[in-house]
């Protein structure tokens, strides 16, 4: 049987190894968790690694502030691939590999992912809530909100991608809760706006709402993931 570890790559714990030895291995804040990772930004039962046959797949179970690979946040299980990097919460991030390579492997990016490698299993389910650009370059794109945050702006690193010029490198940040979601300005360069209102702080969105960023961008909050425009 082909064996894995999750290295972490950051915070107080950099360079721990976690080995990947069990069918189900539970991942959170919880002392009583397999892995258990004691940040406050992780939550009590954060995600799961479930090992099927020779595969591992990484699950997020419906934790506040997301589980990402390669920083795109996920919101079903996903097949991991050697070389991806995880993160839980805010802080921790890891490197996942097979154990006779994990000190061996160069960094180089990890292999790019096909479609059919993304499965559903139990819990799995469509996303929440999304955001449909309404015009511009972008028009019709559409981001898919799962329980967490998501931040938004014009660098690369931005799980919403916006590309316009008046978009400030990192703008603002939409956070999903059970109870709704919410959007907060991060000290943009030409604001943010809500049904044509500026905001000063976290502010709720529901379905329906116009979003404006910067002076070009608009966007509307739905229910579920939108069809495209």
């Not at 981001?143 to 998501?150: A, D, N, Y």
Request: one cysteine or more; proline letters at 6%; glycine letters at 10%.
């Amino acid at each position: 049987m082909t064996n894995y570890t999750l290295t972490i790559e950051s915070g107080p714990l950099q360079g721990q190894q976690y080995p990947i030895d069990k069918d189900v291995c539970t991942v959170g804040r919880d002392a009583a968790s397999d892995l258990s990772l004691n940040d406050n930004s992780v939550s009590r039962h954060h995600a799961r690694i479930i090992r099927r046959g020779t595969e591992i797949l990484l699950e997020d179970m419906g934790s506040l502030n997301g589980t990402s690979i390669n920083e795109t946040l996920i919101n079903q299980p996903t097949l991991l691939v050697p070389g991806d990097r995880l993160r839980f919460g805010l802080h921790i991030t890891m490197r996942f590999d097979r154990v006779a390579e994990a000190e061996a492997l160069p960094a180089i990016a990890p292999a790019a992912r096909k479609k059919s490698d993304t499965k559903r299993i139990h819990k799995a389910g469509p996303a929440p809530f999304s955001l449909l650009i309404r015009g511009g370059k972008q028009a019709g794109q559409v981001f898919p909100l799962v329980e967490g945050s998501h931040p938004v702006g014009r660098a690369p690193d931005n799980p919403v991608l916006l590309t316009n010029e008046d978009i400030s490198s990192h703008h603002a940040v939409v956070h999903v809760r059970e109870e709704g979601v919410w959007i907060e300005d991060l000290g943009s360069a030409n604001g943010t706006y809500v049904n044509n209102g500026v905001i000063s702080g976290p502010t709720q969105i529901r379905p329906g709402d116009a979003l404006q960023l910067g002076t070009t961008v608009v966007l509307e909050v739905h229910s579920g993931v939108a069809l495209r425009a």
